[in-house]
T-cell receptor, first 108, second 116 residues
Framework: KQEVTQIPAALSVPEGENLVLNCSFT??????LQWFRQDPGKGLTSLLL?????REQTSGRLNASLDKSSGRSTLYIAASQPGDSATYLCAVEGGMRFGAGTRLTVKP | DAGVTQSPTHLIKTRGQQVTLRCSPI?????VSWYQQVLGQGPQFIFQ???????GRGNFPDRFSARQFPNYSSELNVNALLLGDSALYLC???????????????FGQGTRLTVV
């Protein structure tokens, strides 16, 4: 059974810091991994989708990497801003398995 | 283009009642998935439908059922509501479905169900 874990559960950083969020999964035979952002009480916003054949994807200040052999993905956020404050979730297998998320707070 | 739309946005029901939640996917998307998200946790997969057929089912009791219509919209039904069914119910649409889904999933804003 695929298990997805996100560490840390919560993170608070000052504005301008670069930061890394982690996602690990137990079964390396995944087809894809997707990162999402969720604001309180809202739906999920897709950030990046990494296919199993890819190593990384970039969008603006975001960069996500995927290492299937070690069962890990990282989301790198450059020059963090208060507007980045949200919960970040990773999901594998077309969203059929989510991690619990990392709650990020960026302080002005 | 409209995104994924869900209705209603909020709902309050009594234990034992039945509820129907609705989802309209992005135009052109043929797959709809349903999720339950309890406060403080990640979404839990309930169902996936693609081309009007069930393509995946999560670990939920038979009180939960769903269907997809010819226009690819979908309904999630929950019977005999329990207090523990209180959650945010999310719908996601994508171009195709199945485990080998290599397309992005786009989510609606969810329906907040409260069971009292």
């Amino acid at each position: 059974k695929q298990e997805v874990t996100q560490i840390p559960a919560a993170l608070s950083v000052p504005e301008g810091e670069n930061l890394v969020l982690n996602c690990s999964f137990t079964d390396s035979a995944i087809y894809n991994l997707q990162w999402f952002r969720q604001d309180p009480g809202k739906g999920l916003t897709s950030l990046l989708l990494i296919q199993s054949s890819q190593r990384e994807q970039t969008s603006g200040r975001l960069n996500a990497s995927l290492d299937k052999s070690s069962g890990r993905s990282t989301l790198y956020i450059a020059a963090s801003q208060p507007g980045d404050s949200a919960t970040y979730l990773c999901a594998v297998e077309g969203g059929m398995r989510f991690g619990a998320g990392t709650r990020l707070t960026v302080k002005p | 283009d409209a995104g994924v739309t869900q209705s209603p946005t909020h709902l309050i029901k009594t234990r034992g009642q039945q509820v129907t939640l609705r989802c309209s996917p992005i135009s052109g998307h043929k797959s709809v998935s349903w999720y339950q998200q309890v406060l403080g946790q990640g979404p839990q997969f309930i169902f996936q439908y693609y081309e009007k057929e069930e393509r995946g089912r999560g670990n939920f009791p038979d009180r939960f059922s769903a269907r997809q219509f010819p226009n690819y919209s979908s309904e999630l039904n929950v019977n005999a509501l329990l207090l523990g069914d209180s959650a945010l119910y999310l719908c996601a649409s994508s171009l195709v479905g199945g485990l080998q889904m290599n397309t992005e999933a786009f989510f609606g804003q969810g329906t907040r169900l409260t069971v009292v």
